[in-house]
Each structure stands twice: as C-alpha cells, then as structure tokens.
C-alpha cells in the first residue's frame, strides 16, 4: 500500500471537495486562493506521475497542536501538497505561490511549507507504511520573476552581500544555489536553522534530505506559472 492511499484509509474524511482533494495523472494544478495575487496558479508536469493533491485546508486550523502548544510552531499552511508516485517510488511535495520576488517573501514561502511539513509528518506518523527512510521530501516555491532588471540586479547584491557576512553567510548560499541552480538539497535541520524556526527536532527529522525548488513566471505579467518536476 503506498503512503498516500494509507493516508487517505486513515483520514478518510479527507477525500472531499473541502480539501481540494483531486487524482490525476501527469499533471496537477494547484490555484491561489488569495483574491489580490497576481500569481493565480502553478501546473506541476511530470510524465507517468500519478498525483493525490490537497488544497491548504488539510493542513489548516491545527492550533491545537501548534500555536496554542508552542511558541515556535507556527500553524501556516502551504498552498497545496500532493501525494505523487513516479515508477514505484513515492515522494510528498508541498508548494506555495508568491506573486512578489524577492528573499523575504521566498523565506516566508520556504517556512510556510516547513510548517505545513511538520504537521504532515504529525498525522503520517499515525500511518500504516509511513517512514521518513522511504519517502521523498520535495519543496517547491513558484513566484513571479523580477519586475525588470534593476529589480534583479537589488536581489543579487543582496545575496551577494550576505555570501560576504559571516552572520548571514549561510542565508546567502541557500539563495545563491536557489537563484542560480533552481534547486537546492539540505538537512532539515540546516533549512530551519536558515529559516530562523527554532525547533528541538527529532533526530530523524533532524538529519532527512529534502529538496527545495523554484519556479519563476516566463515574464512578470504572467499570471500562471508551469513547473516541470524531477527534470
């Protein structure tokens, strides 16, 4: 039985329309629900993918395990996650929108899907064939590009900037690689850390390799942005 079907077997609630709940094969359509973005949607493309998504109502509302319990754990939630299984392999991706490019706004997006993650992790834990060993972790951020390239060239010299700072070097890497490379792979531990979420982790969460991707719109009109996954 793979991880999502156990999913849905145990959260069997799960499997309506106010959960954004939908089954597809090759693609999978994740849509803004706030009213004033630019950015309005994002389409994953990956071929003999087979997708179960979920709008950010699965996620949502869990004070009770996050801030009403904590300090540090934040009850966000990101735009969609998805079950997706790819030649016998099983792997969870979370994405979230921006409609504005910049390295606050992706922080805020990283840490959206890192919350929206740890509450993930919470309900698969109760899960019959859930592991961290055995299932992939991908992050994906789609924004819109740079306005123009003044506004490219501030981003840069920021980011080149904090490579040069001792305090903030290692903020400065991640966006570099991610800027520049479109992906980057990192310890949970070590995105939290740069992340600024100051949480004792568990040792295995603590150590588990994760993806985290961006996807930037064509042009800054766009309106919609394409993704093409594990390319």
């Known amino acids: 039985m793979t991880v999502g079907r156990s999913f849905l077997n ?27 973005a630019t950015l309005t949607s994002l389409t994953i493309q990956k071929k003999r993918a087979q997708f179960i998504g979920f709008d950010p109502n699965l996620t949502k509302s869990f004070g009770c395990l996050t801030t009403l319990r904590s300090t540090h754990f934040k009850d966000k939630e990101c735009d969609g996650i998805a079950f997706v299984t790819l030649d016998q392999k099983e792997r969870l991706l979370l994405v979230e929108l921006k409609s504005k490019f910049d390295t606050q706004t992706l922080s805020s997006a990283i840490q959206q899907m890192c ?10 834990s109760l899960c019959e064939d859930y592991s961290l060993d055995v299932i992939a972790i991908d992050f994906c951020t789609a924004t819109k590009c740079a306005k123009d390239p003044d506004a490219q060239t501030k981003i840069d010299f920021f980011v080149s900037q904090a490579v040069e700072s001792e305090e903030q070097r290692e903020f400065g890497h991640f966006f570099r690689n991610l800027f520049f490379k479109g992906k980057v792979c990192i310890r949970i531990e070590k995105l939290f850390q740069i992340m600024g979420i100051l949480l004792p982790l ?20 766009d309106t919609q942005a394409s993704f093409d996954y594990l390319s």
Do not use: P
């Open 202 to 221: 568990h040792n295995d969460l603590k150590k588990k390799e994760i993806t985290v991707y961006l996807q930037r719109t064509q042009t800054f009109d």
């Open 115 to 124: 919350f929206s993650f740890l509450k993930m992790h919470a309900m698969l």
């Open 10 to 36: 145990f959260f069997d609630k799960t499997d309506s329309e106010d959960f954004g709940y939908c089954q597809s094969s090759d693609t999978w359509h994740i849509r803004e629900t706030d009213k004033n």
